[in-house]
């Protein structure tokens, strides 16, 4: 039954979004609460697989008992298993704040379409975390792309269509890379199982040196794109900032994160770290990440419209990661998966708090937050927590993270990242401080300083304050995760 668990769980996300249809439009409670129980049912299974890997160690599941060289193996661990785990929870989370919202600007007869895109969404990013191997790797990042740039373009408005196009030329285009370079390698090893495509690259790694190093860089290239790692992020404010509220939390907590992982099995388990590092792609990632951590700062400072800065936010915050991951150490790793955690869980808070904001006010604009706490305490109080946790205050999530990548740092005898994070931190500060002295601090009512408790939905405010809660456990109380990150990177290493 337990190494049945991924398929179960894939098989419930497409029945879920093939029963969606049956619903007609006025029943949309009932398709939420089915839905809901959906997801509630594939979390508790993922417990039990997530309690099962760790105690009795990882394995594989061939459909149809097929040896693996045929490529429909799937591969469950603590990296597959507990970030399937992570991001479903969070899932759950902003799923609750998505019944509420309405689907912010979605008409209504499309309420039904969204929802089986999201479950479509989770087939494709379940899937990718799950999937043994390289070319159905490529099957599930397209599933995920067109549904994607189908939730982006779900408003049906103009700037909708045009992040919409952006997106998907580009992600086609980074599709068509990783796709090469996979054909590259199977060209040089006749497989695309990940296991016997690494054990081929490590045995016939002289022999075949052109051909491995060019799909690597076309492989990097087309994760990079997806990811929206610097300089590859054109396509990622318009999209992330046009959808609808709880789509943008999932683009960009857990979606762009994906990629990230993506590309940690492509470096540690499928060339191995000394190759990488034998051609200084490792340096590259480095220069990448520092650049993006400013740059991504640098184009948030001059937005005006909050969901795009966080939309620019996003680029910064994937800088760190990708920094973490070219140290190639235990501490890198492990402060790279643990700001995939933090950031996922900042940012969902920010944009639904956003979300509640535009709910309640209808306005997005950072000079419309002047006094928004008088009016929003809770939302804004959370917003707050995550905002300081982005800067990297102390008692934050987001404060773990940034020490533990600078200790990172100077165990690769790489002190001089220290500045370059401590920079980063500042120039977040500039965007993110701006919009807690307005909310907290001014008024757009002279002598309108009393609390009141918002006007949303119940079922809006609680996700926001869960992920708040999160933000700070996780900042208060963060080995026992730390640890299980730990196990992660060393068995990577």
Same mark, same amino acid.
């Given at each position: !039954? ?52 760790? #105690? ?6 061939? *459909? ?18 507990? &970030? ?35 479950? +479509? ?13 390289? &070319? ?32 998907? !030329? ?9 796709? &090469?370079?996979?054909?590259? =390698? &199977? ?32 492989? #990097? ?45 492509? #470096? ?17 990632? !480095? ?21 795009? !800065? ?26 790279? *998966?643990?700001?995939? $955690? ?56 987001? *404060?773990?993270?940034? $020490?533990?990548?600078?200790?990172? /740092? ?15 931190? $500042?120039?977040?500060? $500039? ?11 001014? /008024? ?25 809660? =999160? ?9 026992? +995760? ?12």
């Amino acid at each position: !039954m337990i190494i049945q668990i991924p398929v179960i769980s894939l098989v419930f996300f497409l029945l879920m979004a093939l029963i969606v249809p049956l619903f007609k439009r006025r029943n949309f409670a009932v398709t939420t609460t089915l839905g809901l129980i959906v997801l509630l049912i594939v979390w508790v299974l993922t417990v039990v697989l997530v309690r099962d890997v760790y #105690l009795n160690g990882p394995f594989t599941y061939a *459909f149809g008992n097929h040896e693996s060289f045929i490529g429909l193996e799937l591969l469950v661990n603590l990296f597959s298993a507990g &970030f399937a785990l992570f991001m479903l929870s969070l899932i759950i989370i902003i799923y609750v704040y998505s019944t509420s919202d309405a689907t912010e600007g979605i008409a209504e007869k499309e309420y039904g379409r969204y929802y089986i895109l999201l479950f +479509i969404l989770l087939f494709a990013m379940f899937g990718i975390l799950y999937t043994n191997d390289l &070319f159905n790797t490529y099957v599930f990042m397209e599933i995920l792309s067109i549904t994607t740039v189908s939730i982006i373009s779900i408003k049906r408005k103009k700037e909708n269509y045009t992040a919409s196009f952006r997106y998907v !030329m580009l992600n086609e285009v980074g599709s068509l890379s990783y796709l &090469f370079g996979v054909a590259l =390698l &199977f060209m040089v090893t006749g497989h695309t199982n990940i296991d016997l495509v690494a054990a081929s690259i490590q045995s016939s790694f002289d022999d075949y040196t052109a051909n491995i190093v060019t799909a690597l860089g076309f492989m #990097l290239t087309g994760i990079g794109i997806k990811a929206a790692i610097f300089p590859f992020h054109i396509w990622l404010p318009d999209a992330h900032s046009t959808a609808p509220t709880s789509s943008s939390a999932i683009l960009s907590g857990l979606v762009v994160k994906l990629y990230i992982l993506i590309m940690i099995k492509m #470096l540690f388990r499928l060339f191995g770290f000394d190759i990488v590092s034998a051609m200084n792609i490792h340096i590259v990632l !480095m220069m990448i990440g520092a650049f993006g951590m400013i740059m991504g700062s640098v184009f948030a400072i001059g937005q005006t419209d909050v969901k795009r !800065m966080l939309g620019y936010s996003s680029i910064a915050q994937v800088g760190y990661i990708v920094l973490g991951i070219s140290l190639g150490t235990v501490l890198g790793l492990q402060a790279a *998966f643990f700001h995939v $955690l933090s950031h996922g869980l900042m940012k969902a808070a920010l944009f639904l708090s956003v979300g509640a904001v535009i709910y309640h006010k209808g306005v997005r604009k950072v000079k419309d937050f002047n006094g928004m706490a008088s009016e929003m305490p809770v939302v804004m109080t959370v917003f707050g927590l995550a905002a300081l946790g982005m800067i990297g205050i102390p008692l934050t999530s987001g *404060f773990i993270s940034k $020490l533990n990548l600078g200790l990172a /740092s100077l165990d690769a005898n790489q002190g001089y990242l220290i500045i370059i994070i401590i920079v980063s931190g $500042l120039l977040n500060a $500039l965007y993110y401080l701006p919009i807690l002295i307005a909310a907290f601090l001014k /008024s757009n009512k002279p002598g309108d300083l009393g609390l009141k408790v918002e006007p949303i939905p119940r079922l809006m405010m609680v996700p926001i304050v869960v992920l708040g809660l =999160l933000i700070v456990y996780f900042g208060l109380f963060p080995n026992m +995760i730390l640890s299980w990150f730990e196990e992660i990177a060393v068995v990577l290493l």
